[in-house]
């Protein structure tokens, strides 16, 4: 069974600093999704990472995939305060058509 | 186009009623997707279709059916409530898993309490 693990479970940082959300899976998997969720709303897609090695940017946050460790981190450049937000990691289950969804990561940005 | 939207938004039942919550895509996608989300858990997948007329069940499917008899539309049914399924209820869709730009696009919730 898929098991998506992310760390920290919370997280409180200030403003100007950088930090490294990590995502362990337990299954091989080649594909993997980044997604934010602001309180009370939805979830918006941030990264869609395809094979190993994939690195993708976007403003002050950039994702990575290493398929091997089944490890992907999003990285925290300079934190701002609209950046808080609760983010998901998902891994696609191998031969299925399912996502498993980490159990997410609060992040807090303080001034 | 309204992407994925989800009718009602909010609804407060009694342990035993039922209700069926409903979910629509307009971007003729052929996967759908139901989840619940509890706090601290994640989202957890209930069921989901890979096409018109078929479902499959996901990791948290009790107390729980589906039906997908259009390809836009994806209903959740509760025959019996019970107050462990208080919770909030997200439906998403997708291109089939073997289209390389696959991903799912979630609708905005529902948000369900059962007293």
């Known amino acids: 069974e898929l098991k998506v693990e992310q760390n920290p479970l919370f997280l409180s940082m200030q403003e100007g600093k950088n930090y490294t959300i990590y995502c362990n899976y337990s299954t091989t998997s080649d594909r993997l999704y980044w997604y934010r969720q602001d309180p009370g709303k939805s979830l918006e897609s941030l990264f869609v990472l395809l094979s190993n090695g994939a690195v993708k940017q976007e403003g002050r946050l950039m994702a990575s995939l290493d398929t091997k460790a089944r490890l992907s981190t999003l990285h925290i450049t300079a934190a701002v305060h609209d950046l808080s937000a609760t983010y998901f990691c998902?891994?696609?289950?191998?031969?299925?058509?399912?996502?498993?969804f980490g159990t997410g990561t609060r992040l807090q940005v303080f001034p | 186009n309204a992407g994925v939207t989800q009718t009602p938004k909010f609804r407060v039942l009694k342990t035993g009623q039922s209700m069926t919550l409903l979910c629509a895509q307009d971007?003729?996608?052929?996967?759908m997707y139901w989840y619940r989300q509890d706090p601290g858990m994640g989202l957890r997948l209930i069921h989901y279709?890979?096409?018109?007329?078929?479902?499959a069940k996901g990791e948290a499917p009790d107390g729980y059916n589906v039906s997908r008899l259009k390809k836009q539309n994806f209903l959740l049914g509760l025959e019996s409530a019970a107050p462990s399924q208080t919770s909030v209820y997200f439906c998403a869709s997708s291109t089939p898993l073997a289209v390389r730009s696959y991903e799912q696009y979630f609708g905005p919730g529902t948000r369900l309490t059962v007293t």
């Open positions: 971007m003729n996608h052929e996967y």
């Open positions: 279709s890979v096409g018109e007329g078929t479902t």
């Open positions: 998902a891994v696609v289950v191998p031969n299925t058509d399912k996502l498993i």
